[in-house]
């Protein structure tokens, strides 16, 4: 058990200074941003480097952080045969919010028709656009995409980065050390140990993050402009639109059947998401919401695979943003789509949604890679969106980001693998709970296999 200290009595502690909270230190570094932006474009433009260099430090950590926190939650269960069920009614639900979102995403786009009376012709389009991003399309094959999730080796997962192989690796890794007894002991102790010091260098690291937040933000705005929206204002509505319906309708609802509120849930990882909008990137928060999601009550084992699982396969934001831009084309183009067509290229956006990093950029990637086997829809037509992609890839990671978290919750309660009275707890305090479990995450000691329980925050 951990030991008692000062932080885990019951006598109030002193609030923090609002200066020190981080939600406030990156709100101050999109703010500074967007004037540097907007009053300094050449000069924002050329911050570039500083969320770039954010967002890199903190993706070399991703599958460390990702293999020692599925390896310790696998070794942690008391029935690992329960992890076959998990995966799949992850899948399930991963899928059932897919097709949600790309219906959601249909309905505005066809509802609002932000293309309709544009009158583009497919000639006058720059297809080296599309070409460009062409090379970085994920295979749409549904053997391929299987072949990709296999590294070429080992450590070949950990250099390349990617969640899927090395959630892969790790669930092998896991089973293994359950099988082996006393005998893997030493390498289960190793492998936490090592998960406490990558929380702690991950912790050095989002000290960084609103300046990463300003970087990003100021060249976003200084290379693009934020009169540039003007001319598509009424796609980025729409796009906005749908997301926020799809929040509020379909996972407002998913949260609200299992006993808590969605609001709570914004609330509670608002730093992260604070974070997520600052660089239109999900991946620099995911070892930091895998902390907050055991410090709510998950068990690591559950909570530990869903989540990374949830980057590849429940990009929400991105399912809305493929049928919403697929049909924008189609409307600014003039190009009338039948309702079979529609059908075919939904189902084609259920695999191609599938499997992109939660990274800058990688909506845009599978929209090219949807387009690409959809002979009835000019691949050109991304021109037109190249401008203001950036604006709407923070509402893409966004969505996919606070569904992962609330579908994280949701299978974990379906697990019986959730504390709900921590739960309750943690999201009607804010989290203020969880600052202390963040703050504490290096003096906790490593226990022994034979003693280790499934793991709950201590408060």
Known sequence: MRPQTGTDTLTPSK?????KALYFQVVVGLTLG?????FWPDFGAGLKPLGDGFVKLVKMMIAPVVFCTIVSGITSLNDTREIGKTLVKSMALFY?????????GLAA????????GMHVSPTSLDPAVAAR???QAAPVGFTDFLLHIIPHSFFGAFAEGEVLPVLLISVLVGFGLTRVGKAGEPVVQGI???????FAAFGFIMKLAPIGAFGAMAFTVGKYGIDSIGSLGLLILTFYVACGVFLVAIIGTLARLHGFSLWKVLRYFREELLIVLGTSSSEPVLPRVLQKLEALGCKKGVSGLVLPMGYSFNLDGTAIYLTLASLFIAQACDIHL???QIIAMLGVMLLTSKGAAGVTGSGFVALVATLTVMPDLPVAGVALLVGIDRFMSEARALTSIISNCVVSIVVSIWEDACDREVLHRE????????ERVLEGMNDIPVMPLTARVPAHPSH
């Not at 609030?15 to 200066?19: F, G, M, S, V």
């Open 96 to 104: 059932a919010l897919t097709a949600a979102a790309l219906l959601i």
């Open 427 to 434: 999201l009607n305090q804010s989290g203020a709970g969880t």
């Open 34 to 38: 967007i004037l540097a932006g907007h």
């Open 133 to 135: 991003y062409a090379k």
């Open 109 to 116: 786009v066809m509802i609002i028709e932000p293309g309709v």
């Open 15 to 19: 609030p923090k200074a609002i200066y």
């Open 338 to 340: 039948s309702a079979g």
């Open 192 to 198: 936490e140990s090592f998960s406490h010091v990558l």
